[in-house]
């Protein structure tokens, strides 16, 4: 319940301040890739979308991706207001796609993948 509660609330904060077509870069400064199994990895796109250009990967474990911003996914208005069926229904129309930039590569990502980073491998994420 509590790691629902924290990937909410990081959720929420990478779409608040989040426009239509722009990407802004708030919410945490470094994100981590969650729930990619660990024979797969998430892709880099050229735009937000599936079938967007793929300019790379990350592989399932990553630490320490830069957040460049995210746009879609559902507010928190309807994130308080609708039924959690709706909320699925929502975010499946308008998903989360977060501009990231990891090791050298700068491009889009699913949203739905990522939570906050707090440290890479050799300690805590650095600017």
Not at 32 to 42: E, G, K, W, Y
Not at 47 to 55: D, I, N, S
Not at 62 to 75: K, M, P, T, V
Request: hydrophobic letters at 40%; one cysteine or more; a positive charge.
């Amino acid at each position: 319940m509590r790691r629902s509660i924290q990937a909410w609330l990081v959720g929420a904060s990478l779409l608040l301040g989040a426009a239509a077509g722009l990407a802004t870069a708030d919410g945490p400064d470094f994100l981590a890739v969650r729930d990619v199994a660990v024979t797969d990895v998430l892709n880099i796109r050229a735009q937000p979308g599936a079938q967007a250009r793929r300019l790379g990967s990350i592989p399932h474990n990553a630490q320490c991706i830069r957040n460049l911003g995210c746009q879609g996914g559902i507010s928190l208005q309807e994130f308080t207001s609708l039924t959690p069926e709706q909320q699925r229904l929502r975010a499946r129309a308008n998903p989360r796609w977060c501009k990231v930039q990891y090791q050298g590569v700068t491009g889009w990502v699913a949203g739905r993948y990522l939570g906050e980073s707090s440290e890479g491998s050799g300690g805590p994420c650095t600017r």
